[in-house]
């Protein structure tokens, strides 16, 4: 670019010497520029003019000058330039770096200009290679110079515009078309980038000549981004200022409509729209590339990801569409110097987070304070997205999230702290039902370099008043720790069937082992949700679940159930049902007779339960039956499989099984 303006300082500087020079006309084949401070032209006709004997490369040709009355006309055939050459003493001019001496010489030349006599320039070509272009840039110009303006239009097929200075209204304009297509043609870009660059770049841009150091402009661009969006506009107007090489935009819009981002091979990402827009002045220091201040909107639509699946023995490929939520970020960015500051609110689903990015040359920190969220409107807008929360409805609650992320540059130390709060979440998904769920978790975490994880703090409670899962559990108490990934539960408490169950240091991850021990089961309860609610029976259970978690699941191996003493009583009341099912069935009519008034001493049994929810129950009962053997004792041995999983599916599965058996006899 520096190169570039001491070409056309250099033009400049041969126009009003040339313009200034005495009334003799000369013809000549070849020349310098040092020829021209005593050329006294009126008409001059030169084959090769070299500015600069440092560059030979750098030329003019075919360079013609007349005069028509008060007008004079210049042409020049061909300019070959290298903007990469350094030496010669035309290379080695510098622009002023003071900002009061440039805009002194500035105010000189725009009163030269003034003074010029009516004149055009034509460049019919003009030809610009660098190493930083990949092929040679042509194009044509023209300078035009009368008493009220002066203009320069450029035209290429990558651009073509009109720089104007108005010396009655001291107003100078740029108008200017980029045809963004050929930008690859001359710089670097990749294949898929080239692919995306489409469209014309249209360029306003005004300033006073009074105050040329401030100016306005205005960007407007429409096109089509291959393999990303149909369209896509681009809207800017701002204010530059030179002297403090700041840019402030006032307008600053994006629209991408139907945008399809690849995720993967097999995920896209297609969303309706992509837009943002300012929500206040944006400010850039374009001499250190910093943002000063950027506030901005970004408003995503609804959208979808398309992921391809294989299915069948053909692989025929399947689209999976998983709908996505709109989702509004408001960012606020600000720099001070030393440290960019961030705040941002993310609306989705109903609801709002908020928090905070700092960055600093030593540190980055991450804040989310306080945020508060609504399970309820939170459940209520994600069922449209997610099937699996279709069934779910949450009545009561809400969460408080706090969190705090910071990243030492300089020791490559992560620590990152949170705490998550529930208070009275109530609701129910199908017939499960729950109530008095609170949720009290403090992680405080340290990573350093070597990726070694110190725990400071790792709290986990879960608290629920009420579950019902075909059985009421009440008191439901969880303490446990996510233990970097190797989550672990200290102590698990319920109470369950008028009695409880509780466990100790349980691990979560494949192999672990534990004792789930059964305290105080009241046998009424576990056979009011049995098949014969109708049953009478008094005795207290406990037991010993050996729980074993594997790579597929849970399992109980050999576990005991057995009654405290000094035992109890069952009693089969005698009913229509029982009696249609002993007719036929001798064994099945003398057990119920034995059942009608059981009273036992020794009640033990074995629980078995499998990864796929089937378990099984063998139990034995030592006792006597007055009513059908007097005093004599009586040993009861009874089997039963089922599966739990199935059977916690429904409420009070018995009731229709017993309207089953009462349709059948």
Known sequence: MINTGKGVAFFIVFLVVLLSSYSVQSNSNTGSIQSLAWLPLLSANMKSLQPDKGCPQNKINDLQVSKAGNLINSRIGLLNWDLDCTSGEVSKASAPTNPKETDKQLTQLLKQFSMLPNFELQLDSIRLFS???????????????????????????????????????????????????????????????SRHLSGKLIVHYQSSLKQWQKGQFNLEWKGLAQDLSETTSLSIDGDLDLANTQLTLSNLALNAQQVALPISDKKVWKVGYIKLKNSGPIMFDYSTSEVVSLPVDIRIGSSHILTSVERGKSKRI??????????????????????????????????????SLLLSEAVANLQITKNSINLKQLSDASKNYLDALALVEIETGEVIIDLSAQYNRRHALLSVESRLISDDISGKKELLLFDGVKLNSHLHYRIDASHKVTIIEDTQRLDINNLFVGIPIQALTVDAQLNAGQPIVHHFKARLLGGRLDLDDFKLIAPSQTILNLSGISLPEVIKYSAYPEIESKAIVDGMLPLKLTEAGIEINDG??????????????????????????????????????????????????????ESDLDIEIKGISPTVSGTQPVNFNYSHKENILKLLQSLRFNEQLVRDIKERY
């Open 131 to 193: 190493k930083h272009l990949k092929s040679m840039f042509s194009a044509s110009l023209a300078i035009k110079n009368n008493d009220s303006n002066l203009s320069v239009i450029v035209n290429s097929d990558l651009f073509s515009g009109e720089l104007k200075f108005d010396f009655k209204s001291k107003v100078l304009t740029l108008d200017a078309t980029v045809n963004v297509s050929k930008l690859p043609y001359y710089i670097q870009f990749s294949a898929t980038q």
């Open 318 to 355: 399947r689209i999976d569409k998983q709908k996505l939520p709109p989702l509004l970020m408001q960012l606020d960015a600000e720099n001070d110097g030393s440290n960019l500051q961030v705040d941002w609110v993310i609306t989705l689903l109903s609801q709002k987070l908020r928090g």
């Open 560 to 613: 005991i159930i057995f009654a405290r003493a000094p035992g109890g009583y069952i009693k089969v009341p005698e009913n229509t049902v029982i009696k249609a099912m002993g007719r036929g069935n001798p064994a099945f009519s003398f057990t119920m007779q034995l059942l009608s008034n059981f009273q036992f001493d020794t009640m033990q049994g074995r629980i078995g339960y499998t990864d796929d929810g």
